[in-house]
């Protein structure tokens, strides 16, 4: 619970009112008592009754206000516990990425986040207010009657072997569901993500039963752990019962042998139903803390994953001199002893086209993937401006490059929104400007709201080459020094790509361009073509020198690239 560290004085001041709510509640067994007693004597009751009323009055105000502030730190700390999982998604490496489940993220800033809540509160509470108001209650009721307390203590040591032998289970149970929750979570994120394939593969029926399957196991664990939870709740509640007609046989003995007094019994007997809440609370304290720290397990675990260095923002100024691309016997894989690029050499001169071509798997996408350092390569040199990436701050690379990756993502939200993604401080001008080089000027004057027309969750309301050119112009916008495209004409007609080919040409003149292409035209474009065979490059040159003396290019323009 290191994170209410910053929340000590208000955790404080609310397990303060909460103790002082019970501590009116602890006198109240004696006033009783004192009442019972004037009624027998005979005596004025006015001031136990008007004692009585304010007490209760007190309590309520006092306890409303400290639950209250207890409560409003969980939700804080549910917040603060988000905002760390966030800001560690957002960094983490890319290897550990590619083996993650969004559901099962979601499930973890969500569901698990939640438990958070609980556990902060119970034990907050349960802890912190409990405790004392336990101790004290049975200090006084040593006061009443030690013979009594000894008989109440002793059933009630039956209640914390139950919860000795039970709060195990719970929490693996516990654990057990918000796992299964998690997968749920991933399978129904896989399901809405791929709703089109699955409707044209006419998999509707497999693809439901495997959710169905998700959603009853999610269901089974959590059926499994309100098993756990209520037997446990319920032994315990029993031993509360026990001790209570325990107590009344004692102590209905005791007063006819003029032990006790009636007043005493009575006011012993409250304080064993007094007892049952604050005892009932500590159990749920220690229930809640073994479903919470499971939940906290699984945060603890995404705080745990391998990230990117966090790195200054590199400033507002964009531009610079176009940065060249050097490639010196890199090696690279995904999978120890898979390598997908093998002592790879190649030059990007600066201010230049290059494109990189090859069969499918050759390691193509790859070589853009090293340059933006999402991986890191295991041997080799890979030097940009004369500079090694690894030397490079990960936030200032990133700020020199504009990439265009293979499916062009568009986020939920305005048009405009996506395009000032990483150029947040562009003006309209330039905005206006990126619009025509990427060809976009007509479909914002088309739209009903211009710039400000949302574009759906992943751009759904635009076609796969409007995406594409959104992609481009926010890559545009950012003015880089190296611009990556990765098949970044693949969904354009003729005309736009034709269009988008002379706007690259231009923007070779103020930055270096490496393309990944898989269109003759793109191909012919380039200053300088690399041609990758087994994760080296078998060849380079121009379209001219390679399609008379490389056999594989040759055989790439004639049925591999598009026309």
Known sequence: MGRLRPYRGGAAVGILLSLAASAGGLVLPLLTRRLIDRVADGGDVTAPVLMTVGLLAGGAVAGAFGWFLLDRIAITLVRDARRSLLSRLLRVDARTVDRLQPGDLLARLTTDAAALHMLAVEVLAGVGTNLPVIAVAITLMAYLDPVLLAVTLAVSVAAGVIMHVLSPRVQRSSLAAQEAVGAMAAAIERAIGAIRTIRANGAEAAEEAHLHAAVGLACTEAVRTSAWSTVAARATGMTFQLAFVAVLAVGGARVATEQLTVGALVAFLLYV???????????????????????????????????????????????????????????????????????????????????????????????????????DHSAGEILLGGRDVRDWPVAELRHAIGYVEQDSPVLAGTLRDNLLLGAPNAGEAEIREVLGRARLTDLVAGLPEGLDTVVGHRGSTLSGGERQRVAIARALLRKPRLLLLDEATSHLDAENEAALLESIRDIAGTATVVVVAHRSSTVRLADRIVVLDGGAARATGDHEELAAGDALYAELVATRLTP
């Open 273 to 375: 139903f007094y007892l049952v809440m604050p005892m009932q609370n500590l159990v749920g304290a220690v229930a809640a803390y073994r479903v919470g720290i499971a939940s906290v397990t699984r945060m603890g675990e995404v705080l745990e994953y391998p990230a990117e260095p966090v790195h200054p923002a590199p400033g507002t100024v964009r531009g610079g001199a176009p940065l060249d691309v050097r490639f010196a016997s890199v090696r690279f894989a995904y999978r120890p002893g898979e390598e997908v690029l093998r002592a790879l050499s190649f030059t990007a001169p600066a201010g230049a086209v290059t494109a990189i071509v090859g069969r499918s798997g050759a390691g193509k996408s790859t070589v853009l993937d090293l340059i933006e350092r999402f991986y």
